[in-house]
Nanobody, 120 residues
Framework: QVQLVESGGGLVQAGGSLRLSCAAS????????MGWYRQAPGKQRELVAV???????NYADSVKGRFTISRDNAKNTVYLQLNSLKPEDTAVYYC??????????????WGQGTQVTVSS
């Protein structure tokens, strides 16, 4: 079994910054892509940013230039630096990882979510 544990959410004023972390642990052989998604009340979950094992990244247009995704492969951890936050960034942020287990099975895992609230 694999667990993803997120941290770093909170309440911040518009224009402020937060840093989210997500650490994967358990039966891990390797991790492919890792990403962050978010879901605002009444809306569907959407991709925020994704990073491949080699470091390539992709961002939603709404966060380009403000958010930065990074990862530490040695720690099986992915980060999301959120700068210049806007009230519309308010959502529950979820970590996602594509994990290869020791039995070489590829599975998709999600964190429990961390709340980010941006006040105007």
């Amino acid at each position: 079994q694999v667990q993803l544990v997120e941290s770093g959410g909170g309440l911040v004023q518009a224009g402020g910054s937060l840093r989210l972390s997500c650490a994967a642990s358990g039966s891990i052989f390797s991790i492919g892509s890792m990403g962050w998604y978010r879901q605002a009340p009444g809306k569907q979950r959407e991709l925020v940013a994704v990073i491949l094992s080699g470091g390539s990244t992709n961002y939603a247009d709404s966060v380009k230039g403000r958010f930065t995704i990074s990862r530490d492969n040695a720690k099986n951890t992915v980060y999301l630096q959120l700068n210049s936050l806007k009230p519309e960034d308010t959502a529950v942020y979820y970590c996602n990882a594509h994990v290869v287990t020791p039995t070489h099975r590829l599975d998709d895992y999600w964190g429990q979510g961390t709340q980010v609230t941006v006040s105007s």
